[in-house]
């Protein structure tokens, strides 16, 4: 089985923004919409960080918080 195969298994996730945890988008509980785009979330904390301030977070690349 090649990695492929392996991502191709995989149900539909999103990277959570705050914390790039993979999200299950069909699971999500905590979703937000930015600019047309909709952002999964894995918990309440990490929704609220980012609709307080959404640009900071899509911006930078290392996790705003370690986990
Ligand atoms: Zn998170």
Redesign the pocket.
């Known amino acids: 089985m090649s990695i492929l195969d392996i991502f191709r298994k995989k149900p539909d996730t999103a990277k ?1 923004p ?4 993979l ?1 299950d988008k069909s699971n999500s509980q905590f979703t937000s919409q930015y600019k047309g785009t909709t952002y999964y ?3 309440p ?2 929704k609220h960080m980012f609709d307080e301030n959404p640009n900071i977070h899509l911006n930078s690349d290392p996790p705003a ?1 370690k ?1």
Not at 18 to 21: E, G, K, V
């Open positions: 959570d705050i914390c790039h945890m999200v979330f894995c918990a904390g990490c918080i986990m």
